[in-house]
């Protein structure tokens, strides 16, 4: 049984970070980027916790990778963390890591975003 993504955006000091949870399929598409849009909110930092994701199709990957290049397109770093070692593996065959950078927790993206943030 299909599981809708369900969407949690909190704010820091420049980024957000974006939890999913559930599904993310094409069918999810509208909803993430559609309550998502990074070109207009002039932000430094996008965190996408994958840690609930349950499943990624094809469709879901080609959702990250719009959602990632818009962001970077606009001067956003995008990261990554909560993947499995199957996804990871899809992620840099499919090339999504050209566009965000993968860590292994929050912990770890808020360390590198503190260090990005003085630069």
């Known amino acids: 049984m299909e599981q809708p993504l369900v969407i949690d955006k909190r704010e820091f000091p420049g980024g957000y970070v974006v939890q999913l949870k559930g599904e993310l399929t094409r069918a999810s598409e509208q ?17 996408l ?9 094809s469709g879901g990957m080609a959702v990250l990778i719009r959602l990632a290049r818009t962001a970077k397109k606009s001067g956003t770093h995008t990261f990554v963390w909560g993947i499995t070692a199957h996804y990871e ?3 840099r065959m499919v090339g ?24």
Request: net charge negative.
């Open 49 to 57: 916790d994958l840690t609930e994701v349950a499943y990624i199709n």
């Open 89 to 91: 593996k899809l992620f």
């Open 31 to 47: 909803d993430l980027l559609g309550r998502f849009t990074v070109e207009n909110e002039q932000i430094r930092f996008l965190a």
């Open 96 to 119: 999504l890591t050209e566009w965000v950078m993968l860590y292994p927790n929050e912990f770890a993206v808020m360390q590198r975003i503190e260090a990005l943030g003085q630069q």
